[in-house]
């Protein structure tokens, strides 16, 4: 019974990511909403972990793993935004449409 | 030194080569490759002839040039005592015309294309000569012919030499068809072309009879096209057009020797078949004669001189059909070499008086000294006045005639009284008497007369030569006859009817005491300097004829041939028209269509391609949603 509430905050943590990720146009507020969307899962993993009562507890060490990828993620995003601004003095992606037809 | 007779065509053939490729750079030199070319050539000629004349076996080098249906044809080199005698007499008459022609032919502007058809004339007449079988003699025959015509036509700025040259090429032309019709025969029924082995064929009875007959007078065909005889012999005096070293080379000494060489060559033949052998004698009789009595009359030198070598080469087939195998090649000799250098020296006349014509001429004796003497020796020679070369020669063929049939004899003879008669003509008219000529003749260079001293040299000892040890009845036989038995009387007769020929015409045209045959017999003259209208009658009945058939089918080919190719076309056309507008519209409308589709999609479906991510993201994101859905509902 107690895992619904985790399910839908982990819902509506991830729907606001994605809302985040489609809508906004700067691109730090389309790294963070990504964040949300990882951490989304997080609560996920974690919840059911407590849920299923896993013996090896491997629902709280994966989300560990993701968090990590989500530091590196996020080092290696701003750098590339770090890079993109000294290119195009801007963070604002309708800027930045070389790949267009 | 058999073993290098090859090589005696190719030095020729390599001159010819390269004078006619780099003959302009080379100019004044390309004389003197063609004179090495020619003098390596004689050089090895003589090694052959004396290791003949030492008792040599005849050689014969074949080798295979084409297996068809399970016939072999040769291409080879046949070197006997007959090879041996042609070859010096072809290598030496070209050498000696080569150099005489740097001083003749000085400042022509073909000067090297003329010593390059020279090289040919000379590549084409040793590979005649050598020649082992039918084939290859037939092919090299129509090359001296082709020569001729390229050497008659030289100065083709003048339309009488083009068209001598074309007149020589086409008479020659009817008589080698019906050489190549007597040569299929003989391969139809021997199956080979090989001189020997044909021989061998006729000997074992494989053909025999009229068939025989009809072959070897189908052969001989060739031999009246190429030796000028009657009725072919209209082309000889006309060829006279070409550059007088080249009368002398080939109107005189060689090619129109090649065809008498052809009928010793072939002369299994006529010794099988007595009635082929008979026709080659009245044809050969009728022509000596008949060539003389226009000698007589013929005003031009070179004319004079052409219709002379016509009536000897008569002797010579008269000869040959007579049974006088030995005196026939023997006059052959003998006649190259007087004939050759009374052609040089008519050569020199004309370089020296600049006319041909006899009557503008006289007293040049005093200012041509060296040419004078050499041309009264070829004089003698040819009248046969002993101890000159034609006197043996002829002598031997009169013995043949002899015995071959008394009234041919008798016409022989008095042919023989026409050429001292004429030739004392030509010799009194151009260098006795006051000078005609209103120009300053003068004596030609060295390098002309050096020529014309050994041709008089060769004119009065070669007779005399060869009948040492009848060295050359040795070499030049059929079958076993070693020389035939002199004949006193006849010999008496000769010299009798030359020495009546030579004052009988020092009276006339020396002493002035009778007039000549043109105030006496002015219709006979007026037949014989036309020629007994020979040529007229050629017109009349052939060509004329021809060419009207000719312009009938030319009308028809324009009217009904043209006509209906034109209309092809114009149908074609038509047709073609329709098929652009087919292709346009509907073949070129698929493939642009095709392209366009493909453009015009692009345009469209490249929108998709936005460049913002977050377009990108939406799709995917929207396409999990539909995938989750799907998942879902199904």
């Given amino acids: 019974m107690f895992l619904i509430p985790f399910i839908v905050v982990s819902a509506i ?51 560990l793993f993701v968090i990590t990828i989500a530091a590196a993620e996020a080092a290696i995003g701003l750098a590339l935004i770090l890079s993109m601004y000294r290119q195009f003095k801007s963070v604002y992606i309708e800027k930045i449409n070389l790949m267009k037809w | ?117 020279l090289g040919l004339f000379t590549f084409s007449m040793l590979f005649l000569v050598v020649a082992n079988n039918f084939a290859q003699i037939y092919i090299s025959w129509e090359l001296v012919g082709v020569s001729s015509y390229l050497l008659i036509g030289f100065w083709y700025e003048k339309k009488s030499a083009s068209d001598a040259g074309k007149k020589a090429f ?86 129109v020797a090649a065809g008498v060489y052809l009928i010793a060559r072939t002369y299994f033949l006529y010794d099988a078949s007595p009635t082929a052998a008979a026709v080659v004698v009245y044809v050969g009789v009728f022509t000596a004669f008949f060539a003389a009595t226009m000698a007589l009359v013929a005003n031009d030198i070179k004319r004079v001189l052409a219709f002379s070598t016509v009536s000897q080469l008569g002797f010579m087939v008269m000869a040959l059909g007579a049974g006088g195998f030995t005196a026939g090649m023997f006059h052959l000799t003998t006649h190259a070499f007087f004939k050759a250098l009374l052609f040089l020296g008519a050569g020199s006349v004309i370089h020296g008086a600049a006319t041909q014509d006899i009557r503008e001429m006289g007293g040049l004796s005093g200012k041509m000294k060296i040419t004078m003497v050499t041309f ?63 120009l300053h003749p003068h004596e030609s260079p060295l390098v002309m007369t050096v020529p014309l001293m050994i041709l008089a040299v060769l004119s009065i000892t070669a007779g005399w030569l060869f009948m040492q040890h009848h060295a050359f009845a040795s070499l030049v036989h059929y079958r076993e006859v070693l020389g035939e038995e002199g004949n006193r009387a006849v010999m008496f007769t000769s010299v009798f009817a030359a020495f009546f020929g030579i004052a009988l015409s020092s009276v006339i ?106 377009n990108y993201l939406l799709v995917i994101v929207s396409g999990l949603v539909i995938a989750v859905i799907v998942v879902m509902v199904f």
């Fill in chain 2, 1 to 117: 030194m058999l073993k290098l007779a090859w090589l005696i065509p190719v030095f020729p053939l390599l001159a010819f080569a390269v004078n006619i490729f780099f003959g302009k750079r080379l100019k004044g030199l390309s004389a003197y490759l063609g004179i090495t070319a020619i003098a390596a050539s004689f050089l090895i000629s003589l090694g052959i002839f004396f290791s003949l004349l030492h008792g040599h076996a005849a050689t014969e080098v074949n080798l295979n040039w084409l297996s068809l249906g399970g016939y072999n044809f040769g291409m080879g080199v046949l070197v006997d005592g007959l090879t041996a005698v042609m070859l010096i007499v072809v290598t030496l008459v070209s050498l000696l015309v080569q150099i005489y022609s740097i001083g003749y032919m000085r400042g022509d502007p073909r000067y090297p294309r003329y010593y390059a058809f």
């Fill in chain 2, 509 to 614: 045209y020396y002493f002035k005491l009778f007039p000549s045959l043109k105030e006496r017999f002015p219709s006979i003259h007026k037949l014989l300097i036309n020629k007994y209208y020979v040529d007229e009658f050629y017109d009349a009945a052939f060509i004329r004829p021809i060419l009207k058939f000719s312009n009938t089918v030319f009308k028809f080919d324009v009217k009904v041939i043209d006509g209906a190719v034109n209309n092809t076309g114009i149908i074609n056309i038509i047709l073609s028209k329709l098929q652009n507008i087919f292709d346009k519209a509907a073949v070129d409308g698929a493939v642009n269509g095709a392209g366009n589709l493909t453009r015009k999609g692009g345009e469209f479906l490249k929108r998709i391609q936005t460049g913002f991510v977050q």
């Fill in chain 1, 13 to 63: 943590i991830f729907a606001i990511g994605v809302y985040g990720a489609l809508t906004r146009r700067n691109a730090i507020a389309i790294l963070m909403s990504l964040e949300l969307m990882l951490n989304a899962a997080n609560i996920n993993l974690v919840a059911f972990n407590k849920f299923l009562n896993l013996e090896n507890n491997l629902g709280i060490i994966f989300p």
């Fill in chain 2, 376 to 438: 009264f020796i070829a004089c003698l020679a040819i009248s046969g006045i002993p101890p000159f070369a034609g006197f043996y020669s002829k002598d031997e063929i009169m013995v043949a005639v002899f015995n071959y049939s008394k009234p041919v004899f008798f016409i022989a003879i008095f042919t023989a009284f026409m050429t001292a008669f004429y030739m004392f003509r030509l010799f009194f008219m151009t260098f006795t008497g006051e000078m005609r000529t209103k």
């Fill in chain 2, 170 to 255: 086409i008479t020659n032309k009817i008589g080698d068809f019906g050489f190549s019709i007597g040569i299929m025969m003989i391969f139809a029924y021997c199956g080979t072309l090989n001189f020997n082995e044909v021989s061998v064929c006729i000997r074992n009875g494989a053909m025999a009879g009229p068939v025989l007959t009809t072959a070897a007078i189908l052969v001989f065909c060739g031999a009246i096209g190429k030796s000028a005889q009657f009725p072919l012999h209209v082309w000889l005096p006309d060829a006279m057009e070409g550059p007088t070293p080249v009368s002398a080379l080939i109107h005189a000494a060689t090619m």
